[in-house]
């Protein structure tokens, strides 16, 4: 078994990658730290490092649009995870289904599944 203190951290702090399970679809990428990790292991929902506010938080813990974690997967290097979870409405606080919802020409393909302005 992996363990939290096994990984390989930058700073404190480690790539999450988070995948929905059903689709396979690329949610987002965010930080976790040791503690955030052990969290997410704790609870089954996923926590990580809010690296503008220095704080750790839960996702959905003010939207509701929380990430029920069904599989923790680590990299080759062990200096990444892949959290594959069931997600509760939208990953991207800007209200789209994943925060990759526009190509590098701006172009936007992805689903909006939600307003920001009702939710933070």
């Known amino acids: 078994m992996i363990k939290p203190d096994d990984l390989k951290y930058d700073n404190g ?13 690329v949610l987002m990428c965010a930080f976790m730290n040791k503690h955030a990790l052990e969290k997410t292991i704790e609870t089954g929902f996923a926590h990580y490092w809010s ?5 750790l938080w839960k996702k959905g813990e003010s939207s509701g649009h929380t990430q029920k974690v069904r599989e923790i997967r680590v990299d080759c290097d ?7 979870v069931e997600q509760e409405g939208g990953a991207c606080h800007t209200g789209f289904r994943s925060c990759f919802y526009r190509n590098i020409d701006g172009e936007v393909s992805g689903e909006k599944v939600f307003d920001p302005e009702d939710v933070y």
Do not use: C, K, M, P
């Open 78 to 84: 062990q200096d990444a995870v892949l959290l594959r």
């Open 13 to 25: 702090l480690i790539t999450a990658i988070v995948q929905e399970v059903g689709t396979n679809e």
């Open 51 to 55: 690296r503008s506010r220095q704080s």
